[in-house]
């Protein structure tokens, strides 16, 4: 069985199609409330390395809470992004599923989630 980590935010309806697309294909999964558990310190780390092109793509910035920061996300370290990603779940790119204790995908896309699980 894929093991298969969906962090999401109940607010958000972004995450409830991914939650919906997962359970649509019968695939199994671990819900978790990103706010109450933000991920953890290896799975930003991971997400981190896979999206290190950009930085700034594991962070949700439409949000009110990165709004407020007003910070050069360019300019901190990797260990300063994700004290502050586990600092606020809200934060952090959403949903952010973890596949295997390998792969992060950030945000939702049909074809991608395609791609990867069917």
Known sequence: MKKIILYSYLKCSTCRK???WLTGKDLEFQLIDIV??????????????????DKKKIFNTRGKAFKTLN????????????????????????P??????????????EIEYT????
């Open 71 to 94: 910070l050069d996300i360019y300019g901190l370290s990797r260990e300063e992004i994700i004290q502050l990603l586990l600092s606020d779940g809200k934060l952090i790119k959403r």
């Open 36 to 53: 109450k558990e933000p991920p953890l310190v290896n799975y930003l780390n991971l997400a981190l390395e896979q999206y290190s092109d």
């Open 115 to 118: 791609k990867q699980f069917i």
């Open 18 to 20: 991914a939650a919906k």
């Open 96 to 109: 952010f599923l973890i596949y295997e204790e390998e792969k992060v995908i950030l945000g939702f896309n």
